[in-house]
């Protein structure tokens, strides 16, 4: 009967663990799913990280630059009757100034730069900072040399518009090369061809002049 008792106790103790470690289950479970919602909703009403406010001024500020090429394209589409593009502004030549030629940069006897001082012209001789690619040829017409071409430099009109140079005097683009020895010959005959391509007409002018020992 003892045994009996025990038994039947026992089963009934079997029970009770057992339903309170269900219950112990599904509160963790409720427990753990509310530690899950939590975050997302504090997430939800916290800003997003991958979009910080200074994307927002970003954004306006490209709406900005678009607005402005829209007037741009607008004014240009507009212009009056018989008035083109060129007609705002045209180079008609570019000159090379006297100041063009070689020099001693470093002051030890030897000249070892070629400096070239360009002037975009428009039909008024007015001086126009135009924006324009440049390529530059140092040619020696003596004879002397098996090949009279003896450098070519080419200049985007990116680096270009940073050669602008402006004195007292004058008002042009200032570009300095690098000589070799040899080229600095008295018996050679130096000439600098330059090629000077308008971005906003695509026109192509040229000048060349030769070039001397300058001090």
Not at 20 to 25: A, K, R, T, V
Not at 52 to 57: K, N, R, Y
Not at 88 to 107: H, P
Not at 157 to 167: D, V, Y
Request: proline content about 5%; aromatic content about 8%.
């Amino acid at each position: 009967m003892i045994r009996a008792a025990d038994t039947s106790f026992n089963h009934r103790c079997l029970f009770l663990r057992a339903g309170i470690g269900f219950f112990c289950l599904g509160m963790g479970v409720i427990l753990f799913g509310c530690a899950e919602s939590q975050p997302k909703a504090s997430l939800a009403s916290s800003p997003d990280p991958c979009t910080p406010a200074s994307s927002s001024l970003m954004l306006e500020a490209l709406q900005q630059e678009n607005l402005h090429l829209r007037q741009q394209v607008s004014a240009l589409s507009n212009l009056p009757e018989g008035v083109g593009i060129s007609d705002l502004y045209q180079v008609t030549e570019v000159q090379l100034t006297r100041y063009t030629g070689l020099y001693d940069r470093d002051k030890d006897g030897q000249v070892d730069q070629l400096c070239v001082y360009l002037r975009p012209l428009d039909g008024d001789g007015d001086v126009v900072k135009a924006a324009g690619d440049v390529t530059v040829q140092l040619w020696d017409l003596s004879g002397q040399q098996s090949e009279s071409l003896l450098k070519t430099w080419e200049i985007p009109s990116a680096q270009l518009r940073k050669q602008w140079f402006s004195s007292l005097m004058t008002v042009n683009y200032r570009m300095l090369f690098p000589l070799e020895t040899d080229w600095v010959d008295p018996a050679l005959s130096l000439t600098v061809r330059v090629l000077f391509k308008d971005l906003l007409t695509g026109q192509a002018l040229t000048a060349q002049m030769p070039v001397e020992v300058r001090p």
